[in-house]
C-alpha cells in the first residue's frame, strides 16, 4: 500500500533545500528583511514572467483583492459580483471595503456562468470578481463584454492561476487588477503567506504600493490615505523569486498529471472530469487543483483514505452561499448540486507517475466492484 497524501508539505521544502536553506541566511545575513532589493527583484521577475507593467507584492491573496477594490474606489454602496464557488476570501474583501458580495452560479467547468452574471447586474452594481478558479481563466470574452456594456470594473480573483491563459493572455490581466496568492499549496507557494497585485495602470499601481504600506507614498514617506500593513517579507520575495525560475517546469508536471487521470479515469461514468489539458485551445490551464464530481463521494473517499490516498473538498465541503451566518443570496441551484458532489484529487509536481497509477487504479476498484 502507498502513502499519498493529499498534499506533502515537508516534500516542497526538501526538494531544493539545499537552495532555499542558502537564500534564507542569505537575506537573514544582510539584515533585508522588509521592502528591501529582494522584493524588488521578484516584482520585477513576476511583471516579466506575466509581461505586465507592475507587481506589486503584498501580505496575502486576500490582501492583494482588498487593496484591488480600494484601489478602485469600490465601497460602501456598491454590490460587486462573484461566483460562490470560491475561497470566502475573495467575498470577504468586498465585505471589508463596505461593499456587498452578490453570489452568482458557476457554469459546467466550476467557473462563473455569463448568463447568470448578467442577470444579477442591478443599478448598485459596480465590479465582477471573475475566479480563475482550479487554475483555469473563466470565459474572460462573455466577463468583459458584461462589464463593458454594464460599465463596471473588473477585478479578477485570480489568485489560483498563476500562468493559465485564456486566448493566450495570462489569469489577472484581464481586469483593472489581477490577484496572487503565494499560500504554501498555491501552485507558486512560499513558506509562509504571501500575495502580489499585477496590473497595467500605472495610477492603480501606485494607489496598491501607497496602500501596502501604512499610506505612505514611497518617493517621499509622506502619508496620502489611511493604508495597511501589507508587505511581502524579503525572505518569501527570495524565495519565491528562486522558485519562478522551476515554474513553468511545474506546471508541465501538473498538466502531464491531469492528461494521465483523463487517461484513466474518464471511462467512468459515475466520474465528472475537468477539461482535459489539450482538450480546448482557448484555455491553457496549470490545475491548481483537479476537481472532480463523484457520484457516492463521501464514500469514494472513505474508501480511498483505506488506501492511503488523501483527497480534500474544497472550502471544507462549502459553497459560499451555504455558510448561513454571512446572510448572502442562495438562489444558486447548479453550485447547490455541485457542492454535493465535488472534491479535488491529488495533483502536485512531487507526485510520480506511479502514485498517479496507483489513485487510478483505486477509483477505478471502488466503481467495479
Ligand atoms: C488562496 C486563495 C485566495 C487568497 O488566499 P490567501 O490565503 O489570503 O493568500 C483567494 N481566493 C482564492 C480563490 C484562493 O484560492
Request: glycine content about 6%; overall charge negative; aromatic content about 10%.
Amino acid at each position: 500500500m502507498k502513502n499519498i497524501p493529499f498534499f506533502n508539505y515537508p516534500a516542497l521544502f526538501a526538494q531544493r533545500k539545499n537552495e532555499y536553506n542558502s537564500i534564507i541566511s542569505k537575506v537573514l545575513a544582510q539584515g533585508a528583511y522588509i521592502m528591501q532589493k529582494d522584493l524588488q527583484d521578484f516584482e520585477v521577475s513576476l511583471s516579466e514572467y506575466l509581461n505586465v507593467k507592475h507587481t506589486i507584492g503584498v501580505a496575502d491573496g486576500t490582501m492583494a483583492l482588498l487593496i484591488s477594490l480600494m484601489a478602485a474606489d469600490v465601497g460602501e454602496g456598491d454590490e460587486v459580483l462573484v461566483p460562490s464557488h470560491t475561497f470566502v476570501a475573495s467575498a470577504a474583501a468586498i465585505h471589508h471595503v463596505g461593499a456587498r458580495p452578490v453570489l452568482v452560479e458557476c457554469a459546467k467547468d466550476h467557473l462563473i456562468d455569463i448568463d447568470a452574471l448578467r442577470r444579477k447586474i442591478t443599478s448598485r452594481t459596480r465590479a465582477i470578481m471573475p475566479v480563475q478558479l482550479n487554475g483555469r481563466v473563466s470565459d474572460m470574452v462573455g466577463v468583459l463584454k458584461v462589464a463593458n456594456e454594464n460599465n463596471l470594473i473588473v477585478i479578477e480573483d485570480s489568485c489560483q492561476a498563476l500562468g493559465a491563459k485564456f486566448d493566450d493572455k495570462f489569469a489577472g490581466t484581464f481586469g483593472s487588477t489581477g490577484t496572487f496568492s503565494f499560500f504554501p499549496a498555491k501552485t507558486l507557494g512560499c513558506f509562509g503567506d504571501g500575495g502580489a497585485v499585477i496590473t497595467d495602470k500605472d495610477d492603480i499601481a501606485e494607489k496598491v504600493r501607497i496602500i501596502r504600506d501604512h499610506g505612505r507614498d514611497p518617493r517621499d514617506g509622506k502619508v496620502k490615505r489611511f493604508g495597511f500593513n501589507s508587505r511581502l517579507d524579503n525572505i518569501q520575495a527570495a524565495i519565491l523569486n528562486l522558485k519562478l525560475k522551476y515554474y513553468d517546469e511545474d506546471i508541465s508536471r501538473r498538466r502531464a498529471i491531469a492528461s494521465i487521470y483523463q487517461e484513466r479515469l474518464s471511462n467512468i461514468e459515475a466520474l465528472f472530469l475537468p477539461p482535459a489539458p489539450n482538450s480546448d485551445e482557448r484555455h491553457f490551464d496549470i490545475y491548481q487543483n483537479y476537481e472532480i464530481e463523484a457520484d457516492d463521494r463521501d464514500n469514494l473517499r472513505e474508501f480511498l483514505q483505506h488506501r492511503g490516498i488523501g483527497t480534500i473538498l474544497q472550502w471544507g465541503g462549502f459553497m459560499i452561499h451555504q455558510f448561513e451566518e454571512l446572510g448572502l443570496n442562495k438562489d444558486l441551484p447548479f453550485t447547490e448540486e455541485i457542492s454535493k458532489k465535488f472534491m479535488l484529487l491529488p495533483i502536485h509536481p512531487m507526485l510520480s507517475d506511479e502514485d498517479v497509477f496507483y489513485i487510478c487504479e483505486n477509483i477505478n476498484e471502488f466503481y467495479c466492484a
